[in-house]
């Protein structure tokens, strides 16, 4: 071979390398591309609000009413389960908006005898409700770590625990499900203690966690559902779009109720490939949440102001 052919030859395999290196390198920027536009449409669809205020104030009116009849279908279900943190969201619901069904299910709650180790749940659905020293402490001994936070709100003067032991007071450590847990003892905890200093502003903290977390949260799934419901339960509307409110309704079953599935996934990212039933646990927190957007928040949401009777 000439040092001609061989010159040629190797020019030839550079432009080849060359074309390799730029066939990939447009590539990438065309992956690059697509990625960033879906994450725009995706940010847009959870966040971008296109309904008109007389448009989703009939999607919302049609929604509690299905919810409701969910519930009415449901309620031996509700008090089998006996699940105190529901109950109390019934029950607040009921405080919002008087609605038969829901003081019905609260006061066979409390009527209903259940074992002494567990009795002192009743507090958290009535905070009238009397709790001894002792049993209280039995019962925050068994319990793991966010239930123990739950039942020293209820009771903080006699609980033998301290929120520094619990960590309950950390404004960053807890994540996911513990994080909207933590919110929900320290909005109980701020109905039951006159010692507020810091408080107000560890619950607006959290709001502001969750709200940075919806932003960007796709799935909607039984945590999206809590995380919406419990900052407004929190007194912080502001850091709740009313888009969010919009996919929780889009996202309610056939039958009134709602499930912890979105496309695949569960609250817990994992693929979940059967529809799962509407479940009570899902479906009493957004229920919660509409009517707190209904009843409480109806300004922010675009929502004529109503009177709501007591």
Request: charged residues 25%.
């Amino acid at each position: 071979m000439t040092e001609e052919n061989k010159g040629t030859e190797k020019t030839s395999c550079t432009v080849k390398k060359r074309s390799i290196v730029r066939r990939i390198v447009k590539s990438v920027v065309v992956l690059i591309a697509v990625g960033a536009l879906a994450f725009a449409v995706a940010l847009f669809y959870n966040n971008v609000s296109l309904t008109t205020d007389k448009g989703f104030a009939k999607e919302l009116d049609a929604s509690l009413s299905q919810a409701q009849k969910w519930i009415e279908q449901h309620t031996d279900d509700i008090l089998n389960k006996k699940n105190a943190a529901l109950l109390t969201m019934l029950r607040e619901c009921d405080d919002v908006k008087p609605t038969p069904i829901f003081n019905s299910i609260v006061h066979t709650f409390l009527d209903t005898p259940i074992s002494h180790h567990t009795v002192c749940w009743k507090r958290e659905v009535d905070p009238s409700w009397p709790v001894n020293e002792h049993g209280l402490s039995e019962t925050i001994e068994k319990e793991n770590i966010d239930e123990k936070w739950c039942l020293y709100a209820i009771a903080p003067d006699i609980a033998k625990i301290t929120p520094d032991q619990m960590d309950l007071f950390n404004p960053h450590r807890w994540q996911f499900r513990q994080l909207t847990h933590q919110l929900w003892a320290l909005v109980i905890l701020r109905q039951n203690t006159e010692k507020k200093e810091g408080l107000d502003k560890l619950i607006e903290h959290l709001c502001g966690r969750l709200n940075g977390e919806l932003l960007f949260d796709m799935a909607l799934t039984d945590i999206y559902i809590q995380k919406v419901a419990f900052v407004l339960r929190a007194g912080f509307p502001d850091k709740i779009r009313r888009r969010w409110v919009e996919r929780i309704i889009a996202n309610q079953r056939s039958d009134g109720g709602w499930n912890d599935r979105w496309l695949c996934f569960s609250s817990g990212r994992r693929p979940v490939f059967d529809t799962p039933p509407s479940d009570q646990h899902a479906t009493v927190q957004a229920l919660m949440a509409l009517y707190l957007v209904k009843y409480r928040y109806p300004e922010h949401f675009g929502l004529k102001q109503m009177k709501v009777e007591k």
